[in-house]
């Protein structure tokens, strides 16, 4: 059980609002946080909410449920922050630089006696660290939450599975073949091999930047698993270097490959018994 | 003892698995097949796995050893309907089945089973020519 800290701060917040509001808003400005710091509006539910959670002596225990109001609003202010791209120590500045205006005010009302002083003092410094910390963790949080949402918005973007014609498939691959998007890749080429009933599955790699071992391995994954579905495979896009790359390693790609999407699509329309013609032989010619 | 029905359609064999395949019953099948295929004459072999949900390593080996043993029999073995995760199963495995024929269903089974009787009949006449 925290122990209860008993502290002038929540008498002093409602004696001296105004003025520390103004100074508080100064000191955001000299923070070097200038543009970023928060409105009055904000700065008034701060000093509300700090008066509650210090009149109750709850100094130590930052989650106990008299901070809940604290908690929503600093949550509410660093995913703002976040999201607009502020560095975190400009997200945390805007609680730490409200330690100048309330150490000044302290020193004014209890300056005479020292012990009172510094008692006061640590209480504070405990309390907004711990709330300065508090929101660069949740900055920190919100940023993440941002990469790992970017992240799945790529996987899912970058493996679309498309229907060139009846029995023919293709999925034109983008970026790097890890483990993770090979898997996402099998899944949804084979899914889609069995909802359209194709015999043929074009895998263009115009968009890989590398080949190596692994991805080789990987691309291998994929068209053993069509094959064992009953659908062949077919790679296409292998650009010169990838290819001088294939042969320097020493990686053997046992199916057949096509230099363009355009040799691999017409390979297959004639394996699947179809053949694209000029409609009129006269005009292509002259 | 349940059993795995084995159908003739045409000179062709069709079974369905259509239950949880356990070894014994995957033994049991193999032993069947090899005996009906004698018996019949058969020249196509074609095992439907559409309904099945798990393979491990066991049923992945079996089918390759079945289409292995059906070859010695004359006797042409196409895998049909494969799901996509038993499919990744099988390659996460490092069974590719690389014996074994597939085809995507049941009617693209026999077109490929009909090709590959056709394929071998030319190939004969053409040496009798």
Same mark, same amino acid.
């Given at each position: 059980?925290?122990?209860?800290?008993?502290?002038?701060?929540?008498?002093?917040?409602?004696?001296?609002?105004?003025?520390?509001?103004?100074?508080?808003?100064?000191?955001?400005?000299?923070?070097?946080?200038?543009?970023?710091?928060?409105?009055?509006?904000?700065?008034?539910?701060?000093?509300?909410?700090?008066?509650?959670?210090?009149? %109750?002596?709850?100094?130590?225990?930052?989650?106990?449920?008299?901070?809940?109001?604290?908690?929503?609003?600093?949550?509410?202010?660093?995913?703002?922050?976040?999201?607009?791209?502020?560095?975190?120590?400009?997200?945390?500045?805007?609680?730490?630089? @409200?330690?100048?205006?309330?150490?000044? &005010?302290?020193?004014?009302?209890?300056?005479?006696?020292?012990?009172?002083?510094?008692?006061?003092?640590?209480?504070?410094?405990?309390?907004?660290?711990?709330?300065?910390?508090?929101?660069?963790?949740? @900055?920190?949080?919100?940023?993440?939450?941002?990469?790992?949402?970017?992240?799945?918005?790529?996987?899912?973007?970058?493996?679309?599975?498309?229907?060139?014609?009846?029995?023919?498939?293709?999925?034109?691959?983008?970026?790097?073949?890890?483990?993770?998007?090979?898997?996402? =890749?099998?899944?949804?080429?084979?899914?889609?091999?069995?909802?359209?009933?194709?015999?043929?599955?074009?895998?263009?790699?115009?968009?890989?930047?590398?080949?190596?071992?692994?991805?080789?391995?990987?691309?291998?994954?994929?068209?053993?698993?069509?094959?064992?579905?009953?659908?062949?495979?077919?790679?296409?896009?292998?650009?010169?270097?990838?290819?001088?790359?294939? =042969?320097?390693?020493?990686?053997?790609?046992? =199916?057949?490959?096509?230099?363009?999407?355009?040799?691999?699509?017409?390979? %297959?329309?004639?394996?699947?018994?179809?053949?694209? =013609?000029?409609?009129?032989?006269?005009?292509?010619?002259? | 003892?349940?059993?795995?029905?084995?159908?003739?359609?045409?000179?062709?064999?069709?079974?369905?698995?259509?239950?949880?395949?356990?070894?014994? &019953?995957?033994?049991?099948?193999?032993?069947?097949?090899?005996?009906?295929?004698?018996?019949?004459?058969?020249?196509?072999?074609?095992?439907?796995?559409?309904?099945?949900?798990?393979?491990?390593?066991?049923?992945?080996?079996?089918?390759?050893?079945?289409?292995?043993?059906?070859?010695?029999?004359?006797?042409?073995?196409?895998?049909?309907?494969?799901?996509?995760?038993?499919?990744?199963?099988?390659?996460?495995?490092?069974?590719?089945?690389?014996?074994?024929?597939?085809? &995507?269903?049941?009617?693209?089974?026999?077109?490929?089973?009909?090709?590959?009787?056709?394929?071998?009949?030319?190939?004969?006449?053409?040496?009798?020519?």
């Amino acid at each position: 059980m925290a122990k209860r800290h008993e502290t002038i701060i929540p008498t002093l917040i409602e004696k001296h609002q105004k003025p520390l509001i103004d100074e508080w808003m100064a000191a955001q400005a000299s923070f070097g946080t200038s543009g970023t710091s928060g409105d009055v509006e904000t700065c008034t539910r701060f000093l509300t909410e700090l008066r509650r959670g210090t009149a %109750a002596g709850e100094i130590e225990n930052l989650q106990a449920p008299v901070w809940n109001g604290m908690r929503e609003l600093l949550g509410e202010q660093s995913r703002a922050r976040a999201l607009k791209g502020f560095s975190p120590s400009e997200t945390a500045g805007f609680v730490f630089s @409200f330690k100048r205006p309330l150490f000044a &005010l302290l020193q004014r009302e209890v300056g005479a006696s020292a012990a009172q002083l510094a008692a006061e003092l640590q209480i504070a410094t405990q309390l907004i660290d711990g709330l300065g910390l508090y929101t660069t963790e949740l @900055f920190q949080k919100s940023r993440e939450e941002v990469i790992s949402r970017q992240q799945q918005e790529m996987l899912e973007l970058s493996t679309p599975v498309v229907q060139l014609w009846e029995g023919i498939v293709a999925v034109p691959l983008i970026g790097t073949l890890d483990s993770n998007r090979t898997q996402i =890749v099998m899944e949804s080429l084979l899914q889609q091999i069995v909802a359209s009933g194709s015999q043929i599955a074009i895998i263009d790699i115009t968009g890989v930047p590398t080949v190596d071992t692994l991805v080789a391995q990987h691309l291998l994954k994929t068209v053993s698993a069509a094959r064992l579905m009953g659908a062949d495979c077919i790679i296409s896009g292998i650009r010169p270097q990838i290819a001088q790359t294939i =042969v320097h390693l020493g990686v053997e790609l046992s =199916v057949t490959s096509k230099a363009t999407m355009a040799g691999a699509f017409e390979l %297959a329309l004639r394996r699947t018994g179809k053949s694209v =013609v000029d409609r009129k032989p006269s005009q292509a010619s002259a | 003892m349940e059993q795995i029905p084995i159908l003739m359609v045409g000179d062709c064999l069709l079974v369905s698995i259509q239950v949880d395949m356990h070894d014994q &019953l995957a033994l049991a099948l193999q032993d069947s097949l090899m005996t009906k295929i004698v018996d019949s004459n058969a020249r196509g072999v074609m095992i439907d796995i559409s309904a099945l949900q798990f393979v491990d390593s066991f049923i992945g080996r079996l089918l390759n050893n079945i289409a292995s043993m059906a070859r010695v029999l004359d006797a042409a073995t196409v895998v049909v309907g494969m799901q996509p995760a038993v499919a990744i199963t099988l390659v996460e495995l490092g069974l590719t089945l690389s014996g074994v024929r597939t085809a &995507l269903n049941v009617d693209k089974g026999l077109a490929l089973i009909r090709r590959i009787i056709d394929g071998e009949e030319r190939e004969l006449d053409r040496r009798e020519k």
